[in-house]
Nanobody, 128 residues
């Protein structure tokens, strides 16, 4: 079992930045791919970014390129999401997830169905 706990969310003004963290416990994540998803009010959960744990290959949803950066610290067993130039439309609950499946191409990790473990989510609210 893998337990994932997000932190770093909150209320920010438009134009600000946040760094979300996802601390993993239970198992080392060296063989897992990790991803971030978000769910805005009244909308379906959407893919943000993914990263393979060992090689660090990354993949972003097209709409997230440029302002979002996914990274990980293997020593701390922690995943991060840096978000810059936040906009009100970025208001959502952000989730981290871990996948035990192996794919040769990182874009395969853009689907929710590819993930085995999920955090509880953390709220990010952006005021205009």
């Amino acid at each position: 079992q893998v337990q994932l706990v997000e932190s770093g969310g909150g209320l920010v003004q438009a134009g600000g930045s946040l760094r979300l963290s996802c601390a993993a416990s239970g198992r080392t994540l060296s063989n897992y791919a990790m991803g971030w998803f978000r769910q805005a009010p009244g909308q379906e959960r959407e893919f943000v970014a993914a990263i393979t744990w060992s090689a660090g290959w990354t993949y972003y949803a097209d709409s997230m390129k440029g302002r979002f950066t996914i990274s990980r610290d293997n020593a701390k067993n922690t995943l991060y999401l840096q978000v810059n130039s936040l906009q009100p439309e970025d208001t959502a609950v952000y989730y981290c997830a871990a996948s035990a499946r192996f794919y040769g191409l990182v874009y395969h990790y853009s689907g929710e169905e590819e993930y085995d473990y999920w955090g509880q989510g953390i709220q990010v609210s952006v005021s205009s």
